[in-house]
């Protein structure tokens, strides 16, 4: 078992608890309800908010567990990590930017705005 990681067993941990509290847990059931059709889980006197916010909060939770084990991973946290990622995404790049890249040449953009 030593050359197991620990990440790995608190997975397997945390994926049979979450199955077992889905399957057995009246609150378990109650998301699988929301998640088939939320109209009917309120018509069954489900509170539908209550249960969203309670599913996002333990999704909040499981992602600062999967942050703490990439960080015990790479055994190294700096504050440049992830910079310079999904900005395209956003839409915080339009035409015209003339900032520089890093490497200093300009930016090269085509017709919509796009970086080539």
């Known amino acids: 078992m030593a050359s197991c990681p620990v990440s790995l ?11 077992l509290f889905l399957r057995y847990h009246r609150f378990g059931r109650a998301i699988y309800a929301v998640g088939g059709n ?10 539908v908010e209550r ?10 939770i499981l992602a600062a567990i999967g942050g ?7 055994r190294a946290v700096t504050g440049q ?9 956003l ?12 490497e200093g040449r300009p930016r090269q953009h085509d017709r919509r705005g796009h970086r080539g």
């Open 91 to 102: 839409g915080l790049r339009r035409r015209g930017d003339r900032r520089r890249e890093p």
């Open 68 to 74: 703490l084990m990439e960080a015990g991973r790479v």
């Open 9 to 19: 067993i608190v997975t397997v941990i945390i994926f049979v608890l979450t199955g």
């Open 38 to 47: 939320p109209a009917a889980a309120r018509a069954a006197g489900i509170k």
């Open 51 to 60: 249960v969203k916010i309670g599913v996002y909060v333990a999704g909040s």
């Open 81 to 89: 990590q992830g910079v310079r990622r999904g900005h395209h995404l």
